[in-house]
């Protein structure tokens, strides 16, 4: 069976600090994995998405950048925290683009 | 990607069988139609998709119109733990962004 595994589960940064995000598929190669962002209240916004190793394809620019140095791992980050960046954020995988996605425990971010 | 349209709320008692309403006139010929569910402080949890023919799996059954043009999920014998913002999104095959909207928060009263 897939697991899906993000951390850290909760974090509290201060504005203009840096950031890093873990998230780890086991059990599927080859996945396709997504970042996604939800500030409280809001509704669900893909960041990234990732077919492959190596490759990173943006959605929404948030100051925010992501990489997958492994096929199983997919890292989000950013080098200065903005207030705007406090939120939910999720990792999921899929066979494949179109698919339905596997989403994983998330992240909850607060930047004070 | 076509729109998709949804109650911003519904509410339940245990035990009933649940009709959730999404509008998608202008959906394409390529898109399928795909139901998630979120609770609080959790990841949305995939709950079924269609094409154009009815699907059933354990967690509901999904009807599509003939037209294409609306689909309603069922949820029979809601419990407390069916409790969530339920969302409706049309995704083409090899496209990435599924959007997510506001969906329909489904409450359920015991």
């Known amino acids: 069976a897939q697991t899906i595994h993000q951390w850290p589960v909760a974090e509290i940064k201060a504005v203009g600090s840096p950031l890093s995000l873990g998230c780890t598929i086991k059990?599927?190669?080859?996945?396709?994995l997504y970042w996604y962002w939800q500030a409280t209240g809001g509704t669900l916004q893909q960041l990234f998405y990732?077919?492959?190793?190596?490759?990173v394809e943006s959605v929404v620019q948030l100051n925010l950048s992501a990489s997958r140095p492994k096929d199983d791992q997919f890292i989000l980050s950013t080098e200065k925290l903005l207030l705007s960046h406090s939120g939910f954020y999720l990792c999921?995988?899929?066979?494949?683009?179109?698919?339905?996605?596997?989403f994983g425990p998330g992240t909850r971010l607060t930047v004070l | 990607d076509a729109k998709t349209t949804q109650p911003d709320s519904m509410e339940s008692t245990e035990g009933e069988t649940v009709h959730l309403p999404c509008s998608h006139a202008?959906?394409?010929?390529?898109?399928?139609i795909y139901w998630y569910r979120q609770v609080p402080l959790q990841g949305p949890e995939y709950v079924t998709h269609?094409?154009?023919q009815n699907t059933t799996n354990s967690m509901a059954f999904l009807a599509i119109a003939s037209d294409r043009k609306s689909s309603t999920l069922i949820l029979p014998h809601v419990s407390l733990r069916d409790a969530a913002v339920y969302h409706c999104?049309?995704?083409?095959?090899?496209?990435?962004?599924?959007?997510f909207g506001a969906g329909t928060k489904l409450s359920v009263k015991p």
């Open positions: 999921a995988w899929s066979l494949r683009l179109g698919a339905e996605q596997y």
């Open positions: 059990g599927k190669s080859s996945p396709n």
């Open positions: 990732s077919i492959t190793v190596g490759q």
């Open positions: 202008t959906i394409s010929g390529n898109e399928y």
């Open positions: 269609g094409l154009q």
């Open positions: 999104i049309l995704e083409r095959n090899n496209n990435n962004a599924p959007r």
